[in-house]
C-alpha cells in the first residue's frame, strides 16, 4: 500500500489536485462551450466521491485534505452560479442569495468546529443536532444532497443551451432540473440550519471567555492585598 508522510503527495490530495484542474477547465469552457463545461464540472463532483473513499482505504486524513476540498466544492458551484446569473438575469437575486448561504455557512461552521477543537467540520457529536449528525455521518444521504444539488445548477446551466434529448416525451434537462430542484432547496435549507447552529456555539464560546475573565478579574482589590 502506498504510503508517505508528505501531506501533499497524499492520494486523497492528489485527486484533489485533478479536481482543481478540471474544474478550472470548466469554468473556462462555461462561457460557450456547454458540453465539455458540464462534462468537466460534473466529473469533478464525481472525484470529489473517490477522493472520500481514498481517505479511509489509504488512512490519509488531513486538515489540509478537509480544507482543498471544501473551497474547491465551494468555489466550483459559486464559479458556475457566477455563469448562471450572467445567462438567466430574473434568476439573479435567487443564485446570489444561493451563493451567500453556501459560503457564509459553511465558513462559519468550520471556523467555529475548528474552535471547538474539532478535527473537521463534519464532526458532529451524539449531543449535537440530530438533522446535521445524519447529514455528515449518512454517506448515501450526504452523497445524494451534494450529488443532487451539482445536478440541478449543472442541468440549469446546460438548459440554457439546449431542452437535451428526450426521455419519455420530455426534454431530460428540464425533467433532471425539477426533480433536482427540492434536493437544491433542501441542501440550502441544511446549510442554514449548520450555519444558525455555529453562530450559536461562536456566542456560547464568547460567553464562556466573558465568564471567565469575570472569574478572574473578581474581587481584583482582594487579589491584590493577598499577593502584597
Request: aromatic share 14%; glycine share 6%.
Amino acid at each position: 500500500m502506498f504510503t508517505t508522510d508528505n501531506v501533499f503527495l497524499f492520494i486523497p490530495n492528489l485527486i484533489g489536485y485533478i479536481r482543481v484542474v478540471f474544474g478550472t477547465a470548466a469554468l473556462y469552457a462555461m462561457p460557450s462551450q456547454p458540453t465539455i463545461a458540464a462534462t468537466l464540472y460534473l466529473l469533478s463532483g464525481i472525484l470529489d466521491a473517490f477522493d472520500g473513499h481514498a481517505v479511509r482505504y489509504f488512512n490519509q486524513s488531513s486538515q489540509f485534505g478537509v480544507m482543498l476540498d471544501m473551497l474547491t466544492d465551494r468555489c466550483m458551484t459559486m464559479a458556475l452560479l457566477v455563469n448562471l446569473s450572467t445567462f438567466c438575469l430574473s434568476w439573479v437575486f435567487a443564485f446570489q442569495l444561493s451563493m451567500v448561504t453556501d459560503m457564509a455557512c459553511h465558513w462559519i461552521h468550520l471556523h467555529t468546529s475548528l474552535l471547538l477543537g474539532k478535527r473537521s467540520h463534519e464532526c458532529i457529536g451524539p449531543s449535537e443536532n440530530t438533522f446535521l449528525r445524519f447529514y455528515y455521518t449518512s454517506r448515501i444521504f450526504l452523497f445524494t444532497m451534494c450529488a443532487g444539488s451539482e445536478l440541478f445548477y449543472t442541468m440549469f446551466y446546460l438548459l440554457y443551451f439546449t431542452e437535451g434529448p428526450l426521455v419519455l416525451c420530455t426534454d431530460l434537462f428540464r425533467i433532471l432540473v425539477i426533480v433536482c430542484m427540492p434536493i437544491a432547496i433542501f441542501k440550502s435549507l441544511l446549510a442554514v440550519l449548520q450555519g444558525y447552529i455555529a453562530w450559536e456555539n461562536l456566542s456560547g464560546l464568547d460567553i464562556q471567555e466573558r465568564q471567565q475573565l469575570k472569574e478572574k478579574f473578581k474581587n481584583p482589590t482582594s487579589s491584590s492585598l493577598e499577593n502584597g
